[in-house]
């Protein structure tokens, strides 16, 4: 890749792991390094399931060494089964090779919001604090708001009939390679670029309903101009069923309310995306974390007065 000379030897995948092995090596010594010359440290974990279904607990390092704050991926460590005990000595077998202090050092663990995790009796956090009371335990603020939106929309009906209308349109175009090739069409004969709905769910639950509501709004006259057309009493070879999911489509597509509801639901994502954003950012801050929480705060308030 670098056109240089790498010879004849050591070109095959057990000698790949051989280099891999030590790569890792000075790696984690460069980690345990800075661990070393940080006096403060912070742990952030979460779970994953691999491609053989088994859990395992991912482990990242927080420190700040001469003014520079660095998050350093550690480690990844198997669990036999994900309850609290398990992923509490996964983190402590993966902190111990790196660093032998970090129990000393260790002031915060950033966590999800699940039970095992931060559980008052026995999760987690509560399991690493018994021989430090002043341990913090942090709640992950870009799940938190993931989990506060998701909350304030349980109840509303019109926001259910937008997602389900989102969800319906995803699975319309994305099973069918024929109403999808019929919708590039529809973009061609407008003189649009295509841009094709996309689901509603996601690891990032924000962000993934934005992107499907910015296809939907910005893509509204090529979906339309192909519904209509398929439910055109002079349409020949579409299916009955096919002609009802458009027919249905079509005229919740058209509902005043929904327009608009979808409408401010995109403004209103576009500030929690970007918050969302800046939450996960390696280098934030409590301040800037602040900052950014207070000014899209003021923006939304703001919202209950706009006349929509």
Same mark, same amino acid.
């Given at each position: 890749?670098?056109?240089?000379?790498?010879?004849?030897? !050591?070109?095959?995948?057990?000698?790949?792991?051989? #280099?891999?092995? @030590?790569?890792?090596?000075?790696?984690?010594?460069?980690?345990?390094?800075?661990?070393?010359?940080?006096? #403060?440290?912070?742990?952030?974990?979460? =779970?994953? %399931?691999?491609?053989?279904?088994?859990?395992?607990?991912?482990? @990242?390092?927080?420190?700040?060494?001469?003014? *520079?704050?660095? +998050?350093?991926?550690?480690?990844?460590?198997?669990?036999?089964?994900?309850?609290?005990?398990?992923?509490?000595? /996964?983190?402590?077998?993966?902190?111990?090779?790196?660093?032998?202090?970090?129990?000393?050092?260790?002031?915060?663990?950033?966590?999800?919001?699940?039970?095992?995790?931060?559980?008052?009796?026995?999760?987690?956090?509560?399991?690493?604090?018994?021989?430090?009371? !002043?341990?913090?335990?942090?709640?992950?603020?870009?799940?938190?708001?993931?989990?506060? #939106? *998701?909350?304030?929309?349980?109840?509303?009906?019109?926001?259910?009939?937008?997602?389900?209308?989102?969800?319906?349109? @995803? $699975?319309?175009?994305?099973?069918?390679?024929?109403?999808?090739?019929?919708?590039?069409?529809?973009?061609?004969? &407008?003189?649009?670029?295509?841009?094709?709905?996309?689901?509603?769910?996601?690891?990032?639950?924000?962000?993934?309903?934005?992107?499907?509501?910015?296809? #939907?709004?910005?893509?509204?006259? /090529?979906?339309?101009?192909?519904?209509?057309?398929?439910?055109?009493?002079?349409?020949?070879?579409?299916?009955?069923?096919?002609?009802?999911?458009?027919? +249905?489509?079509?005229? $919740?597509?058209?509902?005043?309310?929904?327009?608009?509801?979808? =409408?401010?639901?995109?403004? %209103? &994502? +576009?500030?929690?995306?970007?918050?969302?954003?800046?939450?996960?950012?390696?280098?934030?801050?409590?301040?800037?974390?602040?900052?950014?929480?207070?000014?899209?705060?003021?923006?939304?308030?703001?919202?209950?007065?706009?006349?929509?």
């Amino acid at each position: 890749m670098k056109e240089l000379p790498v010879g004849k030897t !050591y070109r095959n995948k057990v000698e790949a792991r051989v #280099f891999l092995h @030590y790569i890792a090596d000075m790696e984690r010594k460069k980690i345990e390094d800075r661990l070393g010359r940080a006096k #403060f440290i912070s742990i952030m974990s979460d =779970g994953s %399931t691999d491609s053989a279904v088994k859990e395992q607990e991912m482990v @990242y390092v927080r420190s700040s060494v001469g003014g *520079k704050i660095e +998050s350093k991926f550690v480690g990844i460590d198997a669990v036999d089964k994900a309850d609290a005990e398990n992923i509490t000595k /996964a983190i402590k077998d993966v902190m111990d090779k790196v660093s032998q202090q970090w129990e000393v050092k260790l002031v915060a663990v950033a966590t999800d919001g699940a039970a095992v995790m931060v559980g008052v009796r026995t999760g987690v956090v509560q399991r690493l604090r018994r021989d430090r009371p !002043y341990l913090v335990g942090v709640h992950c603020m870009a799940h938190r708001l993931e989990l506060s #939106f *998701k909350d304030s929309v349980k109840n509303i009906v019109l926001f259910k009939k937008v997602e389900e209308l989102l969800t319906g349109l @995803y $699975t319309f175009y994305h099973v069918s390679p024929l109403n999808r090739s019929h919708l590039k069409n529809s973009f061609a004969a &407008l003189k649009l670029a295509p841009i094709m709905p996309t689901r509603v769910g996601g690891t990032r639950w924000v962000a993934h309903l934005l992107c499907a509501i910015d296809h #939907f709004l910005r893509g509204y006259p /090529a979906i339309m101009h192909h519904l209509n057309g398929i439910t055109s009493p002079d349409v020949q070879g579409v299916s009955a069923v096919q002609q009802c999911k458009a027919k +249905s489509f079509s005229a $919740t597509a058209k509902e005043a309310v929904v327009l608009r509801f979808s =409408g401010f639901l995109h403004d %209103t &994502l +576009s500030h929690l995306s970007r918050v969302s954003e800046r939450l996960q950012k390696s280098d934030i801050s409590i301040a800037d974390a602040h900052s950014c929480l207070s000014s899209t705060h003021a923006v939304l308030e703001s919202y209950k007065t706009r006349f929509w």
